[in-house]
């Protein structure tokens, strides 16, 4: 159901007045200003919030808006760094320095023509949560560590959750050396702030748990009407680089049954990707969501095409599966067109299941602030998957309006907003162990009406 722009701003305004069922703990008013703020980074030009974002990774406005946010750090008493990967990482100290420290954040890094909210809300809840722990007096046990990852999305080099990958020591040999527009990747990380000479120093220690708040990014939510999703896992996610040699030749002159028409082989298999994905039951996902054409006139017969395959299933089984069977088709589709057609797998993200103990802290955190909870799946990749190769990891997710993400129509409503980040704040202090150290006379870790 794609939202009209009046709807979107119509849904905008009207959540400033809804009346919250749960008043947060965080300062919900705060938290919405620095993203809109944060959305000014990227907007299109004599755009407003509602035209989203394109906030490619180590773009300029991916530059502008990690400088913002590490204001925003800097402000709530904490002083960033930028690891060999380009992550920001900030720490806020507890009683006890030994202890592991809990991780959570999330990345700012978008899709060209995404929302304001992927991943924005969970990097700058994450804010939010140490300002209000300032605010309130709290010390914890524990060290807490906020992150905001790089390159979560993959649009630049097509392989995602480079910096989170980074820190678990995922990266693919000679990653750095991959050329995407014209840049290596090295001096992309450079351009951010990291040291791809360094960049095994970008493995991370131990944590007592990794925590990430996130827009569902799907419907199930909102059509529950239940405002916290507890995740269980994150899908396996293979991504293929596939190449159509045919033969350019004038559009004009050259006979049908004469051509080697690249695009229309393209176009064979792209359809071959859906009916293969769609012929069996299950959650899998199969997208051709990027295609060049060469040379892309209009009176050339297409000599070479180049498009992606992204393969999607919570079973990694499946989808190498199903590759092998596009694979075949492939086979088949350049017999016919006689063209050469290669599929090569550029990136694989493994699935990975949230920890039973973590899940159980936000459910438990989310009831004591009064608000329902359900489990589900995730079918977008996130950072927490590869942070999940290195300790205890959860997710919790808020209601995506319409379920539409990835588009400058992405929308999560402020009080779920708000509410999310109060789960998050609430559960990183269930994961501290105790209830929250000194807190000085006079303030309290119950929800202040703001
Ligand atoms: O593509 C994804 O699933 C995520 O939004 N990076
Ligand atoms: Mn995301
Ligand atoms: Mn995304």
């Avoid at 990794?210 to 896992?233: D, F, R, S, T």
């Avoid at 293969?276 to 050339?300: F, H, K, S």
């Avoid at 509410?419 to 990183?428: C, I, K, N, Q, Y």
């Avoid at 202090?429 to 006379?441: K, N």
Wanted: hydrophobic content about 40%; charged content about 20%.
């Amino acid at each position: 159901m794609a939202l009209t722009r009046r709807t979107f701003c119509g849904a905008l305004a009207g959540m400033s007045v809804a009346a919250r069922k749960a008043e947060p703990m965080i300062h919900a008013g705060r938290l919405r200003g620095h993203m809109e703020e944060l959305s000014v980074y990227g907007r299109p030009a004599r755009g407003s919030f509602a035209d989203g974002v394109s906030r490619v990774a180590f773009s300029d406005a991916d530059v502008a808006g990690r400088k913002y946010v590490m204001g925003l750090m800097r402000a709530a008493g904490l002083e960033p760094r930028i690891d060999a990967a380009g992550n920001i990482l900030a720490r806020r100290a507890g009683v006890e320095p030994g202890l592991e420290p809990i991780l959570f954040g999330s990345h700012i890094d978008s899709v060209p023509s995404g929302g304001n909210f992927d991943g924005d809300l969970g990097s700058l809840a994450a804010i939010e949560a140490i300002q209000t722990l300032n605010e309130r007096g709290i010390t914890t046990k524990r060290p807490l560590e906020i992150v905001v990852w790089s390159n979560e999305e993959g649009v630049a080099y097509n392989n995602g959750l480079f910096g989170s990958r980074a820190a678990a020591g995922k990266l693919v040999p000679g990653e750095l050396d991959h050329v995407w527009n014209g840049v290596k990747k090295s001096d992309a990380v450079r351009k951010i702030g990291g040291d791809p000479e360094r960049i095994a120093e970008a493995r991370r220690g131990p944590f007592r748990a990794y925590l990430e708040l996130h827009i569902e990014q799907g419907g199930n939510l909102e059509k529950a009407g239940i405002p916290v999703g507890v995740v269980e896992g994150i899908v396996s996610i293979d991504g293929y680089e596939v190449t159509v040699r045919g033969f350019a030749n004038h559009a004009g002159t050259t006979p049908m049954p004469d051509r080697q028409d690249a695009l229309v082989a393209a176009a064979q298999l792209t359809l071959a990707v859906h009916e293969t994905v769609t012929r069996e039951p299950g959650r899998q996902v199969g997208t051709v969501g990027q295609l060049q054409v060469t040379p892309n006139a209009p009176n050339v017969v297409p000599g070479l095409v180049r498009h992606t395959i992204e393969l999607r299933d919570l079973s990694s089984a499946k989808i190498a599966r199903l590759a092998e069977t596009i694979r075949a088709r492939a086979k088949e589709i350049a017999a016919q067109t006689r063209t050469e057609i290669t599929m090569t797998l550029a990136s694989h993200h493994e699935s990975a299941m949230a920890a039973p103990e973590v899940q159980a802290a936000i459910e438990a955190s989310a009831a004591g602030l009064g608000l329902r909870t359900t489990r589900l799946p995730s079918g977008a990749g996130h950072d927490a998957q590869a942070m999940a190769l290195l300790g205890p990891m959860g997710m919790i997710f808020v209601p995506s309006v319409g379920g539409i993400s990835h588009s400058p129509r992405e929308l999560t409503r402020w009080e779920d907003c708000a509410r999310g980040a109060d789960v998050l704040l609430a559960t990183v202090l269930a994961l501290d162990g105790d209830r929250p150290t000194r807190p000085t006379a006079g303030t309290t870790t119950a929800r202040v009406p703001r």
